[in-house]
Each structure stands twice: as C-alpha cells, then as structure tokens.
C-alpha cells in the first residue's frame, strides 16, 4: 500500500525530467536575462548626466560608429530594458506552464489513485468516514499539493537564481555594501513573514467557525420540513444565530489584527529599505562607489526583496503540503473489503441461483454483534421472506448476501460455490437488491432507471410497466427527461421505490432482494405491482424482507429474525399457526 509522503512526491518528479530540465534551462536563462536589468539605466546617470562614459556610452558608440546625443543613449537602453523584461515575462510563463503540467499530471494522479482506493473500501469502513471529509481531502488537500509543487517549487528555482546572480552583482559593484544587504534583508523578509503567518492562524479561526456554521445550516435546510413539524424553528434559528455570532467575532478579531499586521509589514519592509538607501549614500560618500551604481543597487533591492520572501515563504506551503498529504493518506487507513479471485462463475450459464449460509456472524464493532449464527439454505428459484422487527438485522443480512458487507465469521456460496472463488463484484453484478430508501441521482428519470448505460426502450417501458409508473411519468411534461432532483427530493417515497424498482427489472439480475421496497406503497398499488412483478421473479431466487402480511405471503419459506438470530423459520400458514413472536407480531398489526 502507497502512502503519500514528500519522498512519493519526488518519486513522481522523477518521472517527468524532460519537462523539468527544460524548466530549469528556461529559468536559467530568465535569470541570465533579468540580472544585469535594473543596472542598465542607473548607469546612464553616471555615462551620460555626469559624462563618464562607460561600457553602455562606448558600446552603442562603437556600433553606430559616433558619439550620440543624450536622448539616443537613454532612448536605446529604455528599448533594451523593456525587450529584456518582456523576455522574462515569457520565459517565466513557458516555466510555469511547465511545471502546472508536471503538478497538474501528478495531482490527477493523486485523485486517480484516491478514487480507485475508495471504490474498493469496504461499505461498513466508509460508513464511518463522512463524504464531506472524502470531498474535503480530495479536494482542498489535494489542491495544497497543488499548489506547492506548481507555484513553490517552480518559484523557489527562479528565486534562488535570482538571489545567487543579484548577490553576485552586488558583490562586484560593492562587496561591503553587498554582505549588509545580504545579511540583513532576509532577516526583515524573515520577520514579516512570520507576522503574516500568525495572522493566518486567525484566519483558519474563522474559516474553521465559517465551516462549522455551512454544517449546522446544511443540516437544518436539508431537515427543515422535520424542523418545522416539530415546532422547533426557535430553537434551531437560535443554535445558528449563536454560529454566525461565532463567526463575526473571529472575523472582526481576524480584520482588526491582520490590518495591523499588514501595515507592521509594510513598515519593516519600508524601514528595510531606507537602511539599505542610507547605507548607500555613506558609502558614495565615504568610497568610490558612484551614484549610479548607487541608484543600481537601489534597483536591485526591490528584485531581490521579492525572491527572497518567496524562499521564506516556501518552507510555510512545504510544511501545508506535507500535512495535507498526512491527511490524504486517511483514506489509505480506511479498510479495504476482501478481494476474491475469479476462479468460478456460477451466475453465467444460469437463469437464476441457490444460497447457502453457514454460522454467519457480523459485527461493525468488536464484541457488539448484530448477527449471530445465521444458517440459511435457499433454493434455486425459491420465494423466501425474512422478517423482524426494526433492529433485528435484516437489512445488514440482505446487504451481506449481495456482498456489501462481509462477515465477520461464516461461509456464503452460490450454487455451492464459495463467495472466495466467485468475487465480490460477480456477486452484486447477478444479486440485486431493492433498498427501502434508494438513493437518486440529480438527474433524469431516464438516467436513474439506467445509469447512463444504453437501454433499448423496449426494456425501459417494460420496467416502467412493472414498477407501476406508467401513469405517473405520462403525466409528466418532459416524461422521462424530467429531473427528480438531489436525491430524487421531487419524487414521493414511493415513486422512488417504484424507480429502485424498475431500475432492478433492468439490470435482469439472477436473484433479486427486497429490502422493505414497496413499504412506502398503499396496499392497492403494491398489490398491482406484485402482479405485474410475478412473472418476472418467476424462477428468479427472490428474497423479500417486509413487515406486511400481504407482502410476504407469496413467499414459499419464512426466515424470522429477533436481535441477529434466527428464532423461527418454515412455512407461512404454519408460523402463522404457531404461538411464537411471529404469530404474536402480526396477530397485533392486525388489531391496529
């Protein structure tokens, strides 16, 4: 297992050396061309105002063959510096586009990666890590890495050229004035990052206070409907009043403070600067330094000022990378579900197939059991209910026979093949099963009956027919193309079942499971569609889980489950005979 750390993150630089030698040769040569820069116009103050000339007066003589006056002087080294900081503009582009390309290749790679991880945890570790956290990590995070490897890395090249090339030149102009520079400019560069770093604290503050408000009212908006009906508006308007009172004190402590902070900087840093101008203009008068070398190395104080922060500021995004890939690798700590090989297939040469349980026990925490001792054996094309009271593990044992889950103890095998030998995804592939609250997506109906696969609509409108949605998507001005909206919110709870539904009449699977998945149906309706629904179960294994008498009556063989063990099992009429909790439970449903 690959856990993300720095040392991967250099592991992936490796492979991408074309781009970054060629990244690095660019940077180079903007360097080359960016150093000498800030020199050329200061030194036409001395050259030309004070007529010394030099090596820019002699050079432009000696190529246009005579002396020239002032304005041409002045006039060609203007073109010159504009032509070479135009040429920096473009290479410090080309650079950059080469390494977004690099990060960019390496963080999709991260989420590539991230995705394939997640799809193959198992249901019960998932269930125990929020999707808003998944989302956060794979985004936010992943963009801190990001940003880093494309922004910090790629300035921290140019930015330690730069500062080797300009402390060169400054040591050949003045090598005294050059190591005060040196020496004491970072340590400003140095203290005002660190103020603006402790100002980020309060930042994250308030954005932490930001995020625990977007939750609270996330919650409440989706719950209003519950919120309102319980005649808690009050209470809840109050709780979220408090979070925006949160927030607006932090942010007045995050504005007051990071202005001040702000201009402190600036006041170093302009403090700075006047020192090193001071300095300057004792050494003119105390060496031979001239006032146009003077005037270049004023330039070359705000060029150099500027990398040497970025350098300070790298170690910050360094350290946010190295904790946001810390919290990457969450993901990697989630459980993964077992992984079978395919070595046979008992669902492709047939219609339908056989279940065995043998001593299933489950469990999401240790010595907490839900299911115990579960031994089942269902027949090839056999009708089987499971019921139980709320609680006493009938969803957990239907997601276990489609393989969401696996079980802590116990054998599953299909036409006696062993669940080891088949695979996980074989299984849910031919084994379907209808949820009482199914998921939708923010789509079309279309789409959520096929999931985006090409189905002849043959097949669509016998599911549809089936699922007893005929009259109801007719009805509707865009039929199928009408989007039902997050989580299928425009649709009533039975409609969505009838969906669930459909959609299971598509996909044609082997063995079919219905987890309470007609529960929000009214008797008449649920009866249409088990009519509707007869032929095509017929000689599918079907497994219904229900709590209505009427629902469970076509069932051939009745498992009854109380606190994750079977304490009941036969025929229908005959539990029914019997004076045991089954019996018991629907003598008392029917008397309401």
Do not use: C
Request: charged share 20%; proline share 2%.
């Amino acid at each position: 297992m690959q856990k993300y750390s720095l040392k991967y993150i250099l592991q992936e630089l490796k492979h991408y050396k074309k781009e970054l030698i060629i990244a690095n040769l660019i940077a180079l040569l903007a360097v080359v061309i960016i150093t000498p820069t800030p020199l050329l116009i200061p030194l036409l103050v001395d050259e030309v105002l004070l007529d010394k000339p030099g090596v820019v007066v002699n050079s432009v003589n000696s190529i246009l063959g005579k002396p020239q006056e002032s304005y041409v002087y002045v006039l060609i080294v203007l073109v010159m510096t504009i032509i070479l900081r135009a040429l920096f503009f473009i290479l410090s582009v080309l650079h950059n586009w080469l390494f977004s390309i690099v990060s960019k290749n390496i963080t999709y790679k991260i989420r590539k990666d991230l995705l394939n991880r997640i799809s193959k945890v198992s249901l019960s570790e998932y269930e125990n890590f929020s999707s808003g956290k998944i989302l956060s990590l794979m985004m936010i995070d992943v963009d801190t890495v990001d940003k880093f490897l494309s922004i910090s890395i790629s300035r921290l090249i140019i930015s330690i050229l730069t500062v080797v090339a300009i402390g060169f030149v400054l040591l050949m102009i003045h090598w005294q004035l050059a190591l005060f520079i040196l020496l004491l400019n970072p340590f400003i560069m140095f203290l005002t990052a660190k103020i603006a770093r402790k100002v980020s604290k309060f930042k994250k503050q308030e954005n932490a206070k930001i995020a625990i408000f977007q939750e609270a009212l996330g919650e409440t908006l989706d719950l209003f409907a519950q919120v309102k009906a319980s005649n808690q508006e009050s209470k809840f308007v109050q709780k979220l009043t408090n979070r925006a009172k949160d927030i607006k004190n932090a942010a007045i402590e995050f504005e007051y403070k990071s202005d001040a902070a702000s201009k402190f900087s600036f006041l170093l840093f302009l403090a700075g600067f006047e020192i090193f101008r001071a300095a300057g203009i004792l050494v003119v008068a105390y060496s031979d330094l001239s006032i146009g070398l003077m005037l270049g190395v004023f330039g070359y104080l705000w060029v150099i000022m500027n990398p040497i922060n970025e350098i300070i500021n790298i170690q910050y995004a360094f350290a946010n990378a190295k904790a946001a890939l810390n919290r990457i690798n969450a993901i990697y700590d989630m459980k993964l579900e077992p992984h079978y090989k395919h070595i046979k297939n008992p669902f492709s040469n047939s219609l339908t197939n056989s279940i065995e349980l043998k001593d299933i026990y489950f469990e999401h925490d240790k010595d907490k059991p839900i299911l115990k001792n579960i031994n089942m054996s269902i027949k090839k094309g056999s009708k089987v209910a499971i019921v139980g009271a709320s609680g006493s593990g009938k969803t957990t044992l239907a997601q276990i026979i489609v393989g969401f889950y696996s079980p802590t103890k116990g054998e599953i095998s299909f036409d006696e093949i062993n669940i080891k030998e088949i695979g996980l995804d074989v299984v849910r592939e031919h084994a379907f099963l209808v949820l009482q609250a199914p998921t939708l997506f923010n789509d079309t109906i279309k789409f959520n009956l096929t999931f985006g696969e090409n189905v002849d609509d043959t097949e669509i409108k016998r599911a549809i027919k089936i699922a007893q949605l005929e009259e109801f998507i007719n009805s509707l001005p865009k039929k199928l193309d009408t989007i039902v909206g997050a989580n299928g919110v425009k649709l009533s709870g039975g409609q969505r079942q009838r969906i669930s539904i459909a959609r299971m009449v598509i996909a044609n699977p082997n063995i079919v499971i219905l987890d309470e998945s007609t529960s929000a149906l009214d008797v008449q309706t649920e009866s249409k569609l088990f009519d509707e629904l007869s032929l095509f179960l017929k000689g599918r294994t079907t497994i219904i889980v229900a709590h209505r008498l009427s629902t469970i009556k076509q069932a051939d063989f009745v498992y009854v489950l109380d606190k994750g063990e079977i304490i009941q099992k036969g025929v229908l009429e005959e539990l029914l005979a019997q004076d045991g909790k089954f019996a018991q439970y629907f003598n008392r449903r029917k008397k309401r």
